[in-house]
T-cell receptor, first 113, second 115 residues
Framework: GENVEQHPSTLSVQEGDSAVIKCTYS??????FPWYKQELGKGPQLIID?????GEKKDQRIAVTLNKTAKHFSLHITETQPEDSAVYFC????????????FGTGTRLTIIP | KAGVTQTPRYLIKTRGQQVTLSCSPI?????VSWYQQTPGQGLQFLFE???????NKGNFPGRFSGRQFSNSRSEMNVSTLELGDSALYLC??????????????FGPGTRLLVL
């Protein structure tokens, strides 16, 4: 994949509310979509991923949805907590050609206590 | 199991110098990828090594190079440093090559400042 757009670039939500981050991609051959969380002074950490044969995946308060037809995928965080404050990156990868991960530009999520 | 380690954590160099960064992957991981992270360009893929061979390379000039040793440890080198090379350099390891889409585990990064 060559291009991933991520929105919004910043997001502030009240503690306990939900947060949604969206990404769109252009490569129809993309088939792997991970989400990473990066806290200050640390490297990105994988929080959830989804493959193109699945439309939705959940892990406790985190869920990811994928719409291959529209070429977009979203991260949903429910019941947000202060420790969810971080920068979140989406990424995509194709199994064809250059197999590198292409990252979105990041979303800075702030949870307001 | 210890995570990905990178050394040094911080580095200050001047233009024209060269620098070598080191990455030790998680034990048993054979793939190491390098990324450059800057506020303006975000996370950009540099290259991937698997079994001591470079498998993929991003769009960076030849001043950026790397290698992987038989124990899977990897180094990246930047020669003739430019101010724009100031960035956080991240290393990520996975069990197999990127083609297999296994989880990548990132290290804390090396923050390089070029003056």
């Amino acid at each position: 994949g060559e291009n991933v757009e991520q929105h919004p670039s910043t997001l502030s939500v009240q503690e306990g509310d939900s947060a949604v981050i969206k990404c769109t991609y252009s490569d129809s051959a993309s088939n792997y979509f991970p989400w990473y969380k990066q806290e200050l002074g640390k490297g990105p950490q994988l929080i959830i991923d989804i493959r193109s044969n699945v439309g939705e995946k959940k892990d406790q308060r985190i869920a990811v949805t994928l719409n291959k037809t529209a070429k977009h995928f979203s991260l949903h965080i429910t019941e947000t907590q202060p420790e969810d404050s971080a920068v979140y990156f989406c990424a995509e990868q194709s199994n064809f050609g250059n197999e590198k991960l292409t990252f979105g530009t990041g979303t800075r999520l702030t949870i307001i206590p | 199991k210890a995570g990905v380690t990178q050394t040094p954590r911080y580095l200050i160099k001047t233009r024209g110098q060269q620098v070598t960064l080191s990455c030790s992957p998680i034990s048993g991981h054979r793939s190491v990828s390098w990324y450059q992270q800057t506020p303006g360009q975000g996370l950009q893929f540099l290259f991937e090594y698997f079994s001591e061979t470079q498998r993929n390379k991003g769009n960076f000039p030849g001043r950026f190079s790397g290698r992987q040793f038989s124990n899977s440890r990897s180094e990246m080198n930047v020669s003739t440093l430019e101010l724009g090379d100031s960035a956080l350099y991240l290393c990520a390891s996975s069990l197999g090559p990127r083609r297999e889409q296994e989880t990548q585990y990132f290290g804390p990064g090396t923050r390089l400042l070029v003056l």
